[in-house]
C-alpha cells in the first residue's frame, strides 16, 4: 500500500512540474490548443495512443467484451490497430496538416465551416462535441475511479474529486503542450505496464496453452474465432471502436499539432506498434476474467445473482493476478491513459466553447490573451461536468463511452471524410448526412435500448458515410476547394 501511495504521489509531482513547465511555453491561444503546430513524430505518436485507449478500454471494454467474447475479443485489437491507428495516419495524417494550412483553421468545427461555406454547420458541429464530450469525460472519470477504489478502498467521491482537481492543474496551466511532453512519459509506462500484466497473466493461467484449455473448459466458443455473442456484435464492435477514431475531434486533432509530413511518416509507425501492444493485452486480459474470477473467490466482480459487475472485472483481476509490490506500475498504466484521454477530451472541449463559439461568433475581434484565458476557464468548466456527471454514476462504463463515441462519430465520419478526399461534395449533402447519422444513432439507441449500443452507433455512423454519395451528382467541383 505504501509503494502505490509513494508511487502515484511521485507521479502526481510529475505531472504538476511538466504542467509548470508547459506553462511557461505557453504565450499564446494556439499554444494552449495545439502546441503552436510544431509537435514532433514520438510526441504527436504517443499522444494519440494514450487518448485513444483510456481507462475505458482496460475497465470497461476489456473486462466486458473479454467476458463475452472470448478470445475473440482480440479481433477488436486488431481493428483498432489496422484501421484505428494505423488507417487513420495513413490515410489522414497529412491531409489534415495540409488542410489546416489550406483553410487556416484550428479546430474541425472551423473546417467544416471552411470547407462548406457553413458558420451553422460550425455551431452545429461544435454543439455536438459540446453536449456529447461531457458523458465521455465522466466515463473516463468513472473507469479510472473504480479502479482506485478498487485497489485503495478509498471512497469513490475522493477519488473523483482529487482525479478532478488533477487533471485541471495538469491541463490549464499548459494546455496541449504539456499533454504531448508528458504522453510521451504516459505511453512508456503504459508499455511497461501492459507487458508485466501479459508476464503475471501467462504465469498466473499457466502459459497460453494452459489459458487455451482452462478457457475451453468454460465454454469451448470463448476459444472460437467468433465468442459467443455471434457475429454481428462482434463485427458492429470492431467497425464502431476502429471507424470512428476516423472522425474523433480528439484524436484528430494531434494531426493539426503535428510539425510536419515526415512527422506524420514517422509517427505513424509508432503509433501503430504502440496500439498493438496496448489493445492486443487488454483485450486478451479480459478474457482471462472468465478463468481466475468467480462469485466465490472474487465476489466483488459480481453481483448477488451472480452476474457479473463488468466495470469490477479488471480491477478485481488486477488485484488478484498481480503482485502487491508491482499493482503501483499497472495503477500507472491506467492512469497514463486516463489522464492523457481526459486531457484531450476537456481540450477539445474548451476550444468549442472559446474558438468556435465565443471568437466565431460572439466576438471575433477578441485578443489572443482573451481567448487564452477563455480557454483555461472553459477548460476547468468541462472538468466540473464532467465531475458531476460521474459523481452520480449512471449505468456501466461501456454504455456512457459507446453512446458518446458513436453519437460523435456518426456527426462528423461523413462530412469530413468526403469533404478532406473529394472536391465535389456540397453543403447540402454533408450536412444532411451528419443530421441524419445522428439521428439514426440516437433513434436506435432509444428503440433498441442498451444491448445493441454498438449496432445502433455502427447504423448511424454507416448513414453518415452513406448519404453523401447520393448527392454527389447533384454537385460540381466545389468552389471552397
Known amino acids: 500500500m505504501l509503494i502505490n501511495i509513494a508511487a502515484v504521489t511521485l507521479y502526481a509531482v510529475l505531472i504538476v512540474f511538466v504542467g509548470l513547465k508547459g506553462f511557461r511555453k505557453t504565450s499564446s491561444y494556439n499554444d494552449f490548443l495545439l502546441g503552436g503546430g510544431t509537435i514532433g513524430p514520438w510526441m504527436t505518436a504517443f499522444s494519440y495512443g494514450t487518448a485513444y485507449f483510456s481507462a475505458v478500454l482496460l475497465i470497461g471494454f476489456a473486462g466486458k467484451l473479454g467476458w463475452g467474447f472470448g478470445l475473440s475479443a482480440l479481433w477488436v485489437a486488431l481493428g483498432n490497430t489496422l484501421i484505428g491507428t494505423l488507417g487513420v495516419w495513413l490515410l489522414l495524417g497529412e491531409r489534415i496538416k495540409e488542410s489546416t494550412k489550406k483553410y487556416g483553421v484550428q479546430t474541425m468545427p472551423e473546417f467544416l465551416e471552411a470547407r462548406y461555406s457553413s458558420p451553422f454547420f460550425k455551431g452545429y458541429s461544435a454543439l455536438a462535441i459540446f453536449v456529447f464530450f461531457i458523458p465521455y469525460t465522466a466515463a473516463v472519470f468513472m473507469g479510472l475511479s473504480y479502479l482506485f477504489e478498487s485497489t485503495f478502498g478509498i471512497d469513490y467521491t475522493w477519488i473523483l474529486l482529487f482525479m478532478g482537481v488533477f487533471t485541471g492543474v495538469y491541463l490549464i496551466l499548459g494546455g496541449y503542450r504539456s499533454i504531448a511532453l508528458i504522453d510521451v512519459i504516459f505511453g512508456i509506462i503504459m508499455t511497461i505496464g501492459v507487458l508485466l500484466l501479459l ?6 493461467g499457466g502459459g497460453l496453452r494452459g489459458i487455451i484449455d482452462s478457457l475451453r473448459s ?16 462482434l463485427i458492429s464492435l470492431v467497425f464502431l471502436t476502429s471507424v470512428a477514431p476516423f472522425a474523433m475531434p480528439q484524436l484528430l486533432q494531434k494531426f493539426y499539432a503535428v510539425k510536419d509530413k515526415r512527422s506524420v511518416r514517422i509517427g505513424t509507425v509508432a503509433s501503430t506498434v504502440f496500439a498493438l501492444i496496448v489493445t492486443s493485452i487488454a483485450y486478451f486480459t479480459g478474457a482471462l476474467t472468465r478463468i481466475f474470477l468467480s462469485p466465490e473467490t472474487t465476489p466483488g466482480a459480481f453481483d448477488q445473482a451472480g452476474r457479473p459487475i463488468f466495470d469490477a472485472l479488471i480491477p478485481e483481476l488486477l488485484t488478484n493476478v498481480v503482485p502487491a509490490t508491482l ?8 492512469l497514463s491513459a486516463s489522464m492523457s484521454t481526459l486531457a484531450s477530451l476537456v481540450l477539445v472541449s474548451s476550444s468549442t466553447v472559446t474558438k468556435d463559439f465565443f471568437h466565431g461568433f460572439i466576438r ?5 490573451r482573451t481567448l487564452t484565458i477563455l480557454g483555461r476557464i472553459s477548460s476547468a468548466f468541462f472538468i466540473f461536468l464532467s465531475m458531476i456527471l460521474a459523481w452520480t454514476k449512471p449505468d456501466v462504463i461501456v454504455t456512457i463511452l459507446s453512446i458518446s463515441w458513436g453519437a460523435i462519430a456518426s456527426v462528423f465520419l461523413g462530412p469530413f471524410i468526403w469533404g478532406l478526399f473529394t472536391e465535389r461534395m456540397g453543403k447540402g449533402g454533408a450536412l444532411t448526412a451528419s443530421i441524419m447519422g445522428l439521428a439514426t444513432c440516437i433513434i436506435l439507441f432509444a428503440i ?3 444491448k445493441m449500443i454498438p449496432q445502433s452507433a455502427s447504423l448511424g455512423m454507416l448513414v453518415s458515410l452513406i448519404v453523401p454519395a447520393f448527392f454527389l451528382p447533384f454537385y460540381g467541383k466545389s468552389r471552397n476547394r
Request: no cysteine.
Open 364 to 368: 471575433k475581434n477578441a485578443s489572443d
Open 448 to 450: 433498441l435500448g442498451s
Open 218 to 233: 468454460v465454454d469451448a466458443r470463448l476459444v472460437a474465432p467468433v465468442g459467443p455473442p455471434g457475429l454481428l456484435p
Open 199 to 204: 508476464w503475471f497473466n501467462l504465469k498466473q
Open 327 to 334: 499493482t503501483a506500475v499497472v495503477l500507472l498504466l491506467v
